[in-house]
């Protein structure tokens, strides 16, 4: 979840709702404004750039354009690869929450100081 929003509705008076929403942003070329500010700042852009492009993927209509389980899983890897050589780089450390089927996985990043990764 990088945009905070609920996943119900977005807009009552408008009647969106998350999957819609997210989907007309990339539409209109606009896929950054529903990534939280403070969450894009700490995040490398080829991770945020790959999480969105399979996230979008996922919100496709027809089933058979959606990706596979296992094509999300490996995708979502690369997301975190991507993300912990960043912030190894950028010698900071971060949460990554990670949501299957309403259960979550909070991984901390490593933190370097002095070289030395702290867990």
Do not use: W
């Amino acid at each position: 979840m990088l945009c905070g929003r609920s996943t119900s509705i977005i807009h009552k008076h408008e009647g969106h709702y998350l999957p819609d929403f997210i989907r007309n942003k990339f539409d209109e070329g606009k896929h950054d404004e529903v990534v939280f500010k403070q969450i894009r700042e700490h995040m490398d852009p080829k991770s945020l750039t790959t999480f969105q492009k399979i996230a979008y993927r996922c919100l496709h209509h027809e089933r058979e354009e959606r990706p596979t389980t296992n094509e999300v899983l490996l995708q979502l890897k690369k997301v975190l690869a991507f993300q912990v050589s960043y912030h190894s780089y950028m010698k900071t450390g971060l949460f990554v929450c990670i949501s299957t089927n309403h259960n979550f996985i909070l991984y901390s990043l490593p933190k370097a100081i002095n070289g030395n990764f702290l867990y």
